[in-house]
């Protein structure tokens, strides 16, 4: 079974930036790629997605401080977080749907934003 692979989470300091990425195992015929977030004791929230035509949707706690980009020849997914804050802190998971409607999901990355 296809698996998405993140990498990129750390800890970072309030202002900082950190870049995620996320690789299929396998191939994939991705409609959407996108991004979901799990903050600590609460349930996973939407972040961003791009779809295959590169448009994309930002959730508003995030907008004007991430970007999300993709690589159709690597379908590679790329979350670049900028000025981030105490309140970004959480586990994040790479998504996928396929045509189908069908989501893969990754294993989760840790972001932590600390002084």
């Known amino acids: 079974q296809v698996q998405l692979v993140e990498s990129g989470g750390g800890l970072v300091q309030p202002g900082g930036s950190l870049r995620l990425s996320c690789v299929p195992s396998g191939s994939i015929a991705s409609r959407y790629l996108g991004w979901y977030r799990q903050p600590p004791g609460k349930e996973r929230e939407f972040v961003a997605r791009i779809d295959s035509g590169g448009r994309t949707d930002y959730a508003d706690p995030v907008k004007g401080r991430f970007t999300i980009s993709r690589d159709n020849v690597k379908n590679t997914v790329y979350l670049q977080m900028n000025s981030l804050k105490f309140e970004d802190t959480a586990v994040y998971y790479c998504?996928?749907?396929?045509?189908?409607?069908?989501?893969?999901w990754g294993q989760g990355t840790q972001v932590t934003v600390s002084s």
């Open positions: 998504n996928a749907f396929d045509w189908a409607g069908y989501a893969y």
